[in-house]
C-alpha cells in the first residue's frame, strides 16, 4: 500500500555490491533512509551485486542486504529489480527474502506512462559476441542447467565471468568515445517506439548523461564507484539526478 496518493520513485543501477567492497555497500545503506523519507517506489536497474551465482549461496552480506530492502517494504516501499549482466541469476526466493519483485527486462512505469527502464545491456548491438552470450544464459533452460552445478563450480564460473568482463570494459570503454559496449542508437530509437515511451531510464553503460534521440530522452545512471548517483522522479518535477560521493571505508 502506497503511503502517498503520489508515486515518488527513486531509481538506482550498477552498484556492483560486493563484501569485498564495504564502502559500496556502506553508501547504499547510507542511502536508504533518505530514500525511506519520501519514496513510494525503489526501482533496481541490474548489477546490483558484483555477481551473483544462485540464491542458495548466501553470505552474511547478502543477508544484511536482504534485511535492509525489507524494512523499506515494511515501510509501505515497493522495492523492484530487474536483472542485470551481473546478478542474471537473482531468483524468486531471494526475491522473497528482500520482499522485493523482480521485473521483466523492459518495463513501463504504470504510474508514468511515458517511461520505460531497463537495466541497458540489450541495447549494446554492436558488442555481438555479448549479445551471442546473453541470449545463452538468459535462457531458462541454461539457467536451470546452472542451477544444477555445485556451489563451488558456479562460484568459479561467477568470479571468471566478473574478471572478464572487468577486463572488457578496461579494453574497451574510454571516457566520452563510443565504444562496442555503449549503446546502438537504431536500439534506442526501436524500443521507445515499440513501447510509446518519451523517457529511457538504464544503467550498463557507466556513462552517467542525458541523451536527446529523434524519439525521446534516454537518461544514464552512473556506476557506483567513488561517487554514485540515483535519479528521483516526483509528478511535479519529472526526473533529477543526484550525485554524491563515496568515501573509502577506514
Known sequence: MHRHEDHIAYFIADLHLASS????????????????EDATDLFILGDFFNFWVGDDVLSPFTIKVAEELSKLT???????????????????????????SILPEIYTLPFAPDIIVLH????????????????????????KCLHLLPKSVRLRIGLRLREASKKAKRHTCIENQ???????????????VQYS??????????????????????????????????????????????TFTIPPVE
Open 178 to 192: 563510443q565504444c562496442y559496449c555503449d549503446v546502438t542508437n537504431s536500439a534506442v530509437e526501436a524500443m521507445l
Open 21 to 36: 567492497r564495504p564502502e559500496l555497500c556502506a553508501a547504499f545503506f547510507d542511502l536508504l533512509p533518505k530514500i525511506a
Open 74 to 100: 515494511e515501510q509501505g516501499i515497493n522495492v523492484y529489480f530487474q536483472h542485470g549482466n551481473r546478478d542474471f541469476a537473482v531468483g524468486e526466493n531471494y526475491a522473497k527474502l528482500c520482499k522485493m
Open 120 to 143: 541497458g545491456d540489450q541495447l549494446c548491438l554492436a558488442d555481438v559476441k555479448y549479445q551471442r552470450y546473453r541470449k545463452i544464459i538468459r535462457n531458462p533452460f541454461v539457467l
Open 197 to 242: 515511451a518519451n523517457i529511457m531510464l538504464h544503467g550498463h553503460t557507466h556513462k552517467p548523461n542525458i541523451h536527446e534521440h529523434q524519439n525521446g530522452t534516454r537518461w544514464v545512471l552512473s556506476d557506483w564507484e567513488q561517487t554514485g548517483d540515483y535519479i528521483k522522479w516526483d509528478k511535479n518535477n519529472g526526473l533529477t539526478r543526484h
